[in-house]
C-alpha cells in the first residue's frame, strides 16, 4: 500500500497509477538489453576474445546509470558485463550488443553499414530498424516496452536466437515465408 | 500619567501597535507565535528501481507497464489539481537534512527559517512562523496542533531514506482534509516495510548540521509480513543571532517502527510508532510583576512524544476499497514559559466505490479528541481553562464521474464537520478536468475552506510590562467570540507534455479569504493584583477580509539522459484591508509584507561517469517588508558518489552565496541569519 491516503481521497486514479512501481521505458529496455544476453549466441572466436561482456551504446546516453546499476557486478559465462559508450560504429569491433540510440536516425543506414557482417547484436527503438537491416526494434505498444526481430539480420550476424527469444518477441522478420506471429 | 490624560492617549494610539507587535514578537520568538505570510505542480519522479527488472523474464518484461516519459507519472493527467511530488530521488539529491528545507524547490511553496529550529512554511499566501494554512500529514497522521494552530516542525522528523514521496498540493483542500488545508496540503507517504529491507546506517556532520545520523534494519517474515527498526539522532548549531546569544539550538533523538502485513490479495495492514525526545532552544521576553519589568531569557523548551498509527485497506472485486485508519498521538513541550501536554486520538474510515457510469465514489467519516493541559510556569503567560479537549466530528462525500467518456470529467463533494468552537463547517468543491490529447490536461476548480480557531484565537491570556512607572501592562487576549476565516478559492491550470523531453506545468488561483484573525478593539482597565498599575487589553477578532491571485509556472527539462533541469517562478499578489467596523490596518500591512510576490528556483540534476552526481539549485525570494527581510538569492549544492552498490559519499552545502541571511522575523524585532551549512556525510547499505 504504497498510496498515499491523501492523493487517494482526493484522485484515486492517481493513486492506481502510484500503487506499481513505476517504471520509464529505459528502465526495461535496459533490463531487455541485460536479458538478451542470455538468449544470444555469439560466434565462438567473438565470445572467447575477451574477458569482458560488452553492451555498448551509440548515440547520446538514453539509460543514463540505470544501465549501469543494472550489470553492475554481474557476469555472464564468467565474463564481466560492462557498459560502453562509443563514439563511433567503428569502434563497436569488441561489443556483443550494440543500442543505437534516438539521436542517430539519421545516421541510422551508415551505423549499421559499418556493423553489418559483424557478430554484433544491434538493438534499437528507431521506426524502421528492422527494415534497414538492425537486428531487434523495440516497440511501444499499450504502455508496454516489446521488440521485434528480424531473423536474417541476426543469421549474418553469425548469431543464434534462442527459441524463447523468438516466441516472446511480437513478430519475427526474415524468415521463409515472413513468420508472423500478430 | 493616566490613560484620562490625552497625551497619553495620543502616544499609546502611536504606540500601541509597535507595543502588540513587541508582544507578539515575545510569542513568535518562544515559539508560541501566531501571524502570518505566504504563497505552488509538476513532474512526479518516478522512483523506479531498475534492479527490480533483471530478474524478470522476457515475457515478463513485454507486460511492465512504463510511464511514456521518464518524470511524469500518467496519474498527474486525470489530476484536477496544482500537485507536485518529491520523489525519493528528489529527496536524497536535495541534500537536505530537515522537511522544511525539502520543500524548498517545489514551485509556490515559501518555506522561511525563523531560526534553527523553526520554519515558516506558507503555500499561496499568509505564511506564518505555525503554517498555520498548511496542514502536514505524515502518513495520514495530522501534525496540526491546536495550540498554535499549525505545526511544530523540530518535531517533525523522519528518517529521509524512509520516505517514498512526499506529495504537496496548493490549493484549498478542506473537502477531504478538513479544516486547516486552507492553502495546501503536504502528505508524506513513506515506503513500505518491504522496500527497506536489509540494513542501513548513515551519518553526516558538518557546520550547522553538526550531527546527523541514522540505523535501520530491515526484516520479513514470511512472504507476507515485513517489518523495519530504526533509530536516528540529530544536533544542530544555533545561526547567526542578533548578539551572539547562541539560543537556537536543536536536538532529538526519535526511534520507531513499521510493520506491513499482507494477510491476503485483498488486504494489507500497516502498523507503526514513533518515540522521541530532544530540546529546542529559542530566546523569549516574558513580562514579570516582581521585579516589574519585560524579561528576555534564553529558554529551552524540552520536546518529547510519540505516535501510533494504524492503518488496514481491504480491496473489494471491481476496484472498490475500504480504508480504515486510525492513530494516537502524543506530545510534550515544556519550557520556561509554559508546558502543553496533548494526547490525540484519531480514527477515520473512507469507502471508495467504482460505480456504474464510471463513477468514483469516495465518502468517509472520522473523529478526533485531543485532550490537551496547559502547564503554566509565568503568572503572564497563560491559557484559560488550562484543560480543555479540541474535537472534530466529520464526514465527507465526493464524486468522480465522466461527462465526456475519455476526455472531460467533473469531480464534486463536500466535507461537513463539526468542531468544539465553531459547529458545522461546509467545505464543498467542484473540479473539472478535460485532456484535451494524451499528455495534456486543462482542469478548473471552486473551492470553499476554513481555518478553525484553536486555542490560541480563543484562550491566550498574555501579559506584558509596557512601562514600569507608572505600571502599564499590555494583554493580549484570545477571543470567545473568535469565528472562522474563511476562504473562497478560484483555480486553474494546464500541464502538457510538450516534446519527450519538456514537460510545463501552469497553474492560476485567485482566493477570497473573509474574517481574518486582527486585533479587535482595545480597552483600558486598572488592575490592583498583583500590582497595581492600568492595563490596555487587546483581544483577537476577525477583522480583516483579504485577496490573492497568482500563477506558478513549472518547466521540467531532460535534455539528455544524464542531465536534467527544472524550474519554477511564482508570482503572488496579496491584498489585505480591515472589515467595516475594524482597524487594524498594520495587521492587515503584516499580511501584505509577508509573503514573497515573487519566488524562483532553478534545479540541476548531472549524472556523472563513475556514479557521481552533481547537483545544484538556485533560488530566489522578493523581500518581505513587514519581515524586516530584504530579497536574497541563495544556492545550494550536492555531490554524491556511490563507490559500490553499498557505499555512498556525500558532501552538501547549503545557502552557498553567503555568510548568511534573513529569511524571516516571525514579528520579531530582527530576523536571525541563516548560516551557510557543509556537510560531508556517508551511507551504507547492506
Excluded at chain 1, 491523501?6 to 521505458?25: G, Y
Excluded at chain 2, 507536485?84 to 522544511?100: E, F, K, N, Q
Excluded at chain 2, 503554566?376 to 465527507?396: C, E, L, M
Excluded at chain 2, 476565516?485 to 485567485?510: H, I, M, P
Aim: proline fraction near 4%; aromatic fraction near 10%.
Amino acid at each position: 500500500m504504497s498510496c498515499g491516503l491523501v492523493l487517494l481521497l482526493l484522485f484515486p486514479k492517481f493513486c492506481n497509477a502510484q500503487n506499481s512501481t513505476q517504471f520509464t521505458t529505459h528502465d526495461v529496455e535496459a533490463a531487455y538489453l541485460y536479458n538478451f544476453a542470455k538468449f544470444v549466441q555469439w560466434p565462438d572466436d567473438k565470445s572467447t576474445s575477451s574477458q569482458q561482456f560488452s553492451i555498448c551504446l551509440l548515440g547520446d546516453d538514453e539509460f543514463g546509470r540505470k544501465l549501469d546499476e543494472l550489470i553492475a557486478d554481474e557476469t555472464l559465462q564468467g565474463r564481466k558485463i560492462v557498459a560502453r559508450r562509443l563514439s563511433s560504429a567503428s569502434a563497436a569491433e569488441s561489443c556483443q550488443i550494440v543500442f543505437i540510440g534516438q539521436s542517430e536516425e539519421a545516421r541510422l543506414s551508415k551505423h549499421l553499414a559499418a556493423l553489418t557482417m559483424k557478430p554484433v547484436l544491434t538493438v534499437s527503438a528507431l521506426p524502421q530498424f528492422l527494415e534497414h537491416g538492425g537486428t531487434i526494434q523495440f516497440l511501444f505498444q499499450n504502455n508496454r516496452v516489446r521488440f521485434a526481430v528480424n531473423l536474417a539480420s541476426a543469421q549474418q550476424a553469425g548469431l543464434t536466437l534462442s527459441s524463447e527469444l523468438l516466441k516472446v518477441a511480437v513478430f519475427v522478420e526474415g524468415t521463409a515465408g515472413k513468420e508472423s506471429k500478430q | 500619567m493616566s490613560p484620562a490624560n490625552p497625551a497619553f492617549w495620543s502616544r499609546s494610539m502611536v504606540h500601541e501597535r509597535t507595543v502588540a507587535k513587541q508582544v507578539l514578537g515575545h510569542l513568535v520568538a518562544s515559539g508560541l507565535l501566531w501571524l502570518v505570510s505566504v504563497s505552488a505542480s509538476g513532474a512526479a519522479n518516478a522512483s523506479s528501481q531498475p534492479d527490480q527488472l533483471k530478474s524478470l523474464s522476457l515475457e515478463e518484461l513485454g507486460n511492465v507497464e512504463v510511464t511514456t516519459v521518464s518524470k511524469v507519472p500518467e496519474a498527474v493527467w486525470q489530476t484536477p489539481a496544482a500537485v507536485y511530488v518529491l520523489t525519493r530521488d528528489d529527496i536524497r539529491r536535495s541534500g537536505a537534512t530537515t522537511l522544511p528545507d525539502l520543500l524548498r524547490t517545489v514551485p509556490g511553496v515559501d518555506v522561511a527559517e525563523l531560526q534553527g529550529n523553526q520554519w515558516a512554511v506558507g503555500i499561496r499566501g499568509f505564511n506564518s512562523a505555525f503554517s498555520k494554512d498548511v496542514l502536514l500529514l505524515i502518513d495520514g497522521r495530522s501534525t496540526y496542533t491546536p495550540l498554535f494552530e499549525g505545526v511544530y516542525w523540530d518535531v517533525q522528523d523522519v528518517l529521509l531514506d524512509d520516505v517514498e514521496r512526499i506529495e504537496i498540493i496548493r490549493g484549498p483542500g478542506g473537502t477531504i482534509w478538513g479544516a486547516n488545508a486552507v492553502n495546501g496540503v503536504i502528505n508524506i507517504v513513506t515506503r513500505n516495510a518491504r522496500d527497506t529491507l536489509g540494513t542501513l546506517a548513515s551519518g553526516s556532520s558538518g557546520y550547522v548540521d553538526r550531527f546527523n545520523g541514522s540505523v535501520r534494519e530491515g526484516l520479513r517474515h514470511g512472504d507476507h509480513l515485513q517489518f523495519r527498526l530504526f533509530a536516528k539522532g540529530l544536533v544542530r548549531e544555533d545561526e547567526q543571532n542578533v548578539n551572539n546569544d547562541r539560543y537556537d539550538t536543536w536536538h532529538l533523538v526519535h526511534g520507531g517502527f513499521r510493520a506491513d502485513w499482507n494477510p491476503s490479495k485483498q488486504d494489507s495492514f500497516t502498523a507503526q510508532a514513533d518515540a522521541y525526545s530532544g530540546a529546542s532552544g529559542q530566546q523569549i521576553s516574558i513580562g514579570s510583576y516582581a521585579p516589574l519589568k519585560q524579561l528576555v531569557i534564553d529558554d529551552t523548551f524540552s520536546i518529547s512524544g510519540g505516535d501510533i498509527v494504524l492503518n488496514w485497506q481491504h480491496s473489494y472485486a471491481g476496484g472498490s476499497d475500504l480504508h480504515i485508519h486510525a492513530y494516537f498521538d502524543r506530545t510534550n513541550r515544556q519550557g520556561t514559559e509554559f508546558g502543553e501536554t496533548r494526547n490525540t486520538v484519531d480514527f477515520d474510515f473512507i469507502d471508495h466505490i467504482n460505480m456504474f457510469l464510471r463513477q468514483n465514489l469516495i465518502w468517509g467519516a472520522g473523529m478526533r479528541f485531543s485532550p490537551s493541559t496547559i502547564i503554566q510556569t509565568q503568572p503572564t503567560v497563560n491559557f484559560a481553562p488550562h484543560g480543555k479537549t479540541d474535537s472534530i466530528y466529520s464526514t465527507f462525500l465526493q464524486d468522480s464521474f465522466r461527462l465526456l467518456p475519455r476526455s472531460l470529467a467533473l469531480t464534486v463533494g463536500s466535507k461537513f464537520e463539526y468542531n468544539n468552537y465553531t459547529g458545522i463547517e461546509i467545505q464543498p468543491n467542484a473540479r473539472l478536468l478535460w485532456n484535451p490529447v494524451s499528455h495534456a490536461a486543462l482542469w478548473a476548480a471552486v473551492s470553499r475552506a476554513v481555518r478553525t480557531p484553536g486555542r490560541l484565537d480563543r484562550d491566550l491570556q498574555l501579559t506584558d510590562v509596557y512601562t514600569i512607572a507608572p505600571p502599564i501592562l499590555v494583554r493580549i487576549l484570545g477571543s470567545p467570540n473568535f469565528k472562522s476565516e474563511d476562504l473562497l478559492g478560484y483555480e486553474a491550470g494546464y500541464r502538457q507534455l510538450l516534446t519527450n523531453k519538456l514537460y510545463a506545468d501552469l497553474a492560476a488561483f485567485k482566493n477570497h479569504y473573509d474574517k481574518l484573525e486582527s486585533y479587535g478593539t482595545q480597552s483600558f482597565g486598572t488592575i490592583t493584583t498583583p500590582i497595581e498599575g492600568e492595563v490596555l487589553n487587546i483581544p483577537f477578532a476577525n477583522g480583516i477580509d483579504g485577496n490573492t491571485d497568482g500563477v506558478e509556472i513549472a518547466p521540467d527539462w531532460k535534455p539528455t539522459g544524464w542531465w536534467e533541469l527544472k524550474g519554477n517562478f511564482s508570482h503572488l499578489h496579496l491584498d489585505a484591508h480591515p472589515r467595516p467596523g475594524f482597524s487594524d490596518t498594520e495587521t492587515a500591512t503584516s499580511y501584505e509584507g509577508s509573503s514573497p510576490h515573487r519566488m524562483a528556483t532553478l534545479q540541476s540534476q548531472l549524472n556523472l561517469p563513475h556514479r557521481a552526481e552533481f547537483d545544484f539549485d538556485y533560488r530566489f525570494v522578493s523581500r518581505l517588508p513587514a519581515q524586516m527581510v530584504e530579497r536574497f538569492q541563495t544556492m545550494d549544492a550536492h555531490a554524491s558518489w556511490l563507490l559500490d552498490k553499498s557505499l555512498r559519499f556525500t558532501v552538501s552545502g547549503r545557502n552557498m552565496l553567503q555568510p548568511h541571511h534573513h529569511e524571516f522575523a516571525g514579528d520579531n524585532d530582527l530576523p536571525v541569519g541563516i548560516r551557510r551549512s557543509v556537510y560531508g556525510g556517508i551511507t551504507w547499505t547492506r
